[in-house]
């Protein structure tokens, strides 16, 4: 049986124990230091609480963590889950450790420190915002038809892998048509032997709920 232990937070913390609550072959051990959100959790959950301080190797000695498979901080203190996960890896031998951070830069910070696994919503929103970007800097224009069921959209190739490739080869998606490929002055209707070039401007039909589907598959193959 695998061990997780679950350390702070507020309703984040009780959707992820609700879900583990759900999952075969766990045994669940959650501490919080919020008294009353301690007791909220026991109330709404049925899950026992110690309401402790992560930070202190005693709260773990009590709660039984040792040599745990897994040791989620789920503080909305990002000092306080460094040290958490710090104690629960260096003391107690945990074998995996996950932390929350609300400042993106704690990412890098926290991996220097042994932390196994740092997520922060807004690096990883940073990191969607700027992928997209990417992408849509590759598109050169975009129209809907049918009440915008239907997008028509036009996507550059500039230093992409697909320069040189077949269009057979690539695993283009099923759920989408390439209409016709701008190549300088000349319009390509192309067909399964059709050779991409760099600077090819190819016009894709598809749905619009899977444009950027579409827009994902061609950017990676972006050099």
């Not at 009780?14 to 008294?35: H, M, P, Q, S, T």
């Not at 996950?98 to 932390?115: L, M, Q, T, Y």
């Not at 070039?197 to 619009?208: G, S």
């Amino acid at each position: 049986m695998k061990k997780v232990v679950i350390a702070n937070g507020t309703y984040q913390a009780a959707y992820i124990i609700r879900r583990f609550l759900d999952i075969k072959g766990i045994k669940l051990i959650v501490l919080n230091d919020d008294e009353a959100f301690a007791t909220y959790l026991t109330m709404s959950l049925g899950v026992g609480v110690f309401f402790a301080d992560a930070t202190k190797p005693d709260s773990f000695k009590v709660a039984g963590i040792y040599e745990a498979d897994v040791f989620i901080a789920l503080s909305e203190n990002d000092i306080t889950n460094a040290i958490s996960c710090l104690v629960a890896k260096q003391i107690f031998k945990v074998k995996k450790t996950i932390s929350v951070a609300k400042d993106p830069r704690n990412v890098e910070i926290f991996g220097h420190f042994g932390i196994d696994s740092v997520i922060s919503s807004t690096f990883i929103l940073f990191e969607r915002i700027k992928h997209e970007t990417e992408v849509m800097d590759k598109l050169v224009s975009t129209m809907s038809i049918d009440n915008s069921k239907i997008v028509i959209s036009e996507f550059r190739l500039e230093n992409s892998k697909l320069s040189n490739m077949v269009l057979k080869d690539i695993g283009f998606p099923n759920f989408a048509n390439i209409a016709c490929i701008f190549r300088g002055n000349d319009t390509i209707i192309p067909s399964g032997k059709t050779v991409f070039q760099n600077f090819d401007r190819i016009v894709i039909v598809t749905a619009a709920k899977n444009q950027m589907k579409v827009l994902n598959f061609l950017h990676q193959f972006d050099n």
